[in-house]
């Protein structure tokens, strides 16, 4: 028996939905991150520019594409943890079709990648 307030219940959902919006919004721009690099890395030769122009520059954005695959990685932890008491608390939110498959017991990519 769920004992939550429907205003918890709402709380509940908001929460969900934004956690999945910003994990999509990091996967997109994770994509346009590494389509900017393999622009730069694919049509340097072509327009004639030579290897040290653009190469602090294409330094900053390896690095920014490696800050956020590691804010991605926060953020899935975090949803874990949100998930996990949202469980511990009985609430009920609901995703209306936007849910994704995720690993049976909750373990990391890591780990699923580790026993194959």
């Given at each position: 028996m769920n004992?939550?307030?429907?205003?918890?219940?709402?709380?509940?959902?908001?929460?969900?939905?934004e956690l999945i919006q910003s994990e999509r919004q990091l996967d997109v721009s994770?994509?346009?991150l590494?389509?900017?690099?393999?622009?730069?890395?694919?049509?340097?030769?072509?327009?004639?520019?030579?290897?040290?122009?653009?190469?602090?520059?294409l330094q900053k954005t390896a690095?920014?594409?490696?800050?956020?695959?590691?804010?991605?990685?926060?953020?899935?932890?975090?949803?874990?943890?949100?998930?996990?008491d949202g469980r511990r608390l009985g609430l009920d939110w609901s995703m209306s079709g936007l849910t994704e498959s995720k690993p049976i017991t909750g373990a990391a990519q890591d780990d699923l990648a580790a026993a194959a």
């Open positions: 004992s939550n307030t429907p205003d918890q219940n709402a709380f509940a959902s908001l929460v969900a939905h994770g994509a346009r590494t389509a900017l690099l393999t622009t730069i890395f694919e049509g340097r030769v072509p327009a004639g520019i030579a290897a040290c122009v653009g190469q602090s520059g690095a920014a594409l490696s800050a956020l695959v590691e804010a991605r990685g926060q953020i899935i932890g975090a949803h874990s943890h949100f998930e996990r």
